[in-house]
């Protein structure tokens, strides 16, 4: 049918039928009397064959007709009259006409093939680079955009995609010019629901302003492409169709493989968080009834028979108690930190810190943790301000600091840095302890990751997963490295955005 | 240190096992203690009985924390010392700004608390030393404009000395960032640039006085809230 194409040159082939017929007639004109006139049909039979191959049917018939009068006119005697002296000019221009029409219909119909084959090949190129760049979309959204790109391209035209929404369908993705009004969503919802294409060019709801086809697979529709065309065109020729049919099932099936992986990673996470939680819950009881289970001991032991224990025991037994209780209080503050980091609502109250001044309010906090302790701090003389939130950047110095504590000799020293790289604050803190298994590197921030567990450590294994989360929320980041010598080294690096220009005083 | 003896301490909490506890600590260093469980009988005792301070728990069912303190504050001079959470910093600040004199975070331990009641008593005592003040290695002569750390005399600038005068007439106390702001430099509000002034100041004053800046023993910051100057 190619109902575009013809329209499109119609006009224009006839025209070159024409000139075709004038040149070969004008070739023969300057043969006329020297030669015999019915060996010219053999060039106007020549020029309905290339006019059967250039142009089409329709063309190589009109060349025929219109070459036989011009072979008459112009090259039959007499001249310049339609009338025939001779009889058998008549048969010559019966067999030309005969063999003009077969030869335009052969000739036609390979010229067809030809324009099909190629047309079949050039969409076999479109899909292929399709379904190759489907085939490397990962989620949803990323195969909605690849589907809308690529049809867009092909088809010179506006693309919406529609997925499956509550009881309904929604724009999952459309273009800024693809006409999205009430009826249009409409005309997308019917061609959804029963799985027929909807709109402009269809027999169903045709006054719709883009074309509607369902994306199914064999087991269900999963969205609606919506397709405009640039100039509000309406109809498809056959071949935009069957393009448009081709790209719609590799779409469907691409969109469809998208949303299941997209499940099952879904149903997967759901089952690690399940799992997580179990683990939460289980380390949570247990750190904390270690301690409860002290301090109950030992002030039963107290409140039972307070005059039998001895002094120097019943001494013994209360500090035993206040230690257990504070580490009880470390482990419920760092659930709530936790959960907070975790719970995403961790309100930052963000201001330009004196990085001195955080890191000095945190060694205070820690000054009964580091008796005895040699701790060195090295900070630029300059005021170095970096913007964060005072208390919640505290935590992380606190727990860092007291990890290099812990993890570490007592007696062994303690080393704190700043400066500043570029418009980034990095932080060191560094100790010579036991170090950290390389293996573990990655994971000690991990929730309830212990790397070495010396007897005397205790611990919940949140610190660290809540100073990733606190340095993270800051837009920041942190790691961990062994020393060469001994000992870890973790670095905290920040923003300093506008703040930190040290020493502006 | 002072003898605390003969003091009557109004603790305002809502918990029996807080006030049983604080009764026990307090009690067992002569200190006699006047309990109410809500925020209302909080007040009217604050208010009638004139206790010598009060512990007031920022969480009570009834009332609003900073509410009590401006209530009490209306007519009354009496020190409060607050008992908040940890992780509400704006409670602490606005309780301070409302007129208490300084906080603790749940969990505390006894010799905190006693530390804290001590420091305001002694800050309330007549003086002795006439204008000059004393903390640890920290001396402060108010009429001379002079100030020496272990006997050392320390230039400061006028406004490091007008800081320092501050937190030594209120040691003990926490000095929130707002406050400092408007005695110092007169500032009603808290723009940026003016918290940006006073921490290069009070970086100063520390490079100035502290035996080691990195590890401040004189000024402490108070994280988030403000300032307090800190004797042993």
Known sequence: ?505 | MENSGGLRILVVDDEKTIRRFLKAALNSKGISVIEASDGEQGVYIALNSHPDAVILDLGLPDMDGIDIVKKIRESSVVPIIILSVRNDESDKIAALDAGADDYLTKPFNAGELLARIRTIMRRLAPRQDGPVYKTGTLEVDITQHAVTVKGKTVKLSPVEFDIIKMLVMNYGKVLTHKRILKEIWGKNEEPEDALHLLRVTISNIRNKIEPDPNRPEHILTEPGVGYRLFEE
Not at chain 1, 230 to 250: C, K, W
Not at chain 1, 266 to 281: N, S, V
């Open chain 1, 1 to 505: 049918m190619e109902n575009s194409f013809l329209n499109r040159i119609k006009g224009k082939e006839f025209i070159f039928s024409t000139l075709l017929v004038a040149f070969v007639t004008v070739i023969g004109s300057f043969f006329r009397g020297i030669i015999d006139a019915s060996n010219f049909a053999v060039l106007f039979l020549l020029a309905v064959v290339l006019s059967a191959l250039w142009w089409g049917m329709a063309s190589s018939v009109f060349t025929a007709f219109f070459g036989v009068l011009a072979f008459d006119f112009f090259l039959v005697p007499p001249y310049n009259s339609f009338s025939v002296s001779d009889l058998k000019y008549i048969y010559t221009f019966v067999g030309f006409i005969i063999t003009g029409v077969i030869v335009s219909m052969v000739a036609s119909r390979a010229r067809r093939q030809a324009i099909e084959t190629k047309q079949r090949e050039a969409r076999t190129a479109v899909l292929y680079r399709f379904s190759n760049e489907m085939a490397e979309c990962e989620t949803t959204p990323q195969v909605i955009g690849a589907v809308r790109k690529n049809v867009g391209e092909l088809l010179g035209c506006s693309t919406a995609v529609f997925m499956p929404h509550k009881d309904g369908i929604s724009d999952a993705g459309s273009d800024a010019d693809f006409p999205l009004d009430t009826h249009e969503y409409a005309v997308a919802q019917w061609a959804f629901s029963n799985k027929k294409p909807a709109g402009s060019g269809t027999t169903t709801l045709s006054a719709a302003k883009a074309f509607y086809v369902p994306l199914e697979t064999s087991l269900e529709a999963v969205g609606v492409l919506g397709i405009r065309t640039a100039d509000g065109r309406v109809i498809f020729n056959t071949s935009e169709m069957e393009l448009v049919t081709a790209l719609a099932n590799q779409s469907s099936v691409a969109i469809q493989r998208a949303v299941l992986t997209e499940k099952s990673r879904e149903m997967e996470l759901a089952k690690k968080t399940q799992a997580l939680q179990a683990a939460l819950l289980n380390s949570i009881s247990h750190d904390l009834r270690t301690p409860l289970v002290s301090i109950t001991g030992a002030l039963s032991a107290l409140s039972q028979d307070f005059e039998a224990v001895d002094a120097a025991d019943r001494k013994e037994l209360l500090q035993t108690a206040y230690d257990d209780s504070l580490h009880l209080n470390e482990i419920v503050g760092n659930i709530l930190d936790m959960t907070r980091v975790e719970s995403g609502n961790l309100k930052l109250n963000v201001r330009p810190c004196d990085l001195r001044d955080l890191i000095g309010a945190s060694l205070t906090q820690l000054k009964d943790k580091l008796e005895g302790r040699m701790v060195a701090v090295d900070i630029p003389g300059d005021l170095l301000e970096v913007p964060v939130d005072f208390s919640l950047m505290m935590r992380v110095f606190i727990n860092l600091i007291d990890n290099a504590a812990k993890y570490s000799p007592a007696g062994s020293e303690i080393y704190i840095g700043a400066k500043t790289e570029g418009n980034m604050a990095v932080m060191t803190v560094k100790d010579s302890g036991f170090g950290i298994p390389s293996g573990d590197l990655e994971h000690i921030f991990d929730k309830f990751f212990r790397a070495v567990k010396p007897r005397q450590v205790s611990g919940t294994g949140l610190g660290l997963s809540i100073c990733r989360g606190i340095v993270e929320a800051h837009g920041g980041k942190i790691w961990a490295r062994n020393n060469t010598e001994s000992g870890a080294v973790f670095f905290i690096r920040l923003p300093l955005g506008d703040a930190g220009h040290g020493g502006r005083d």
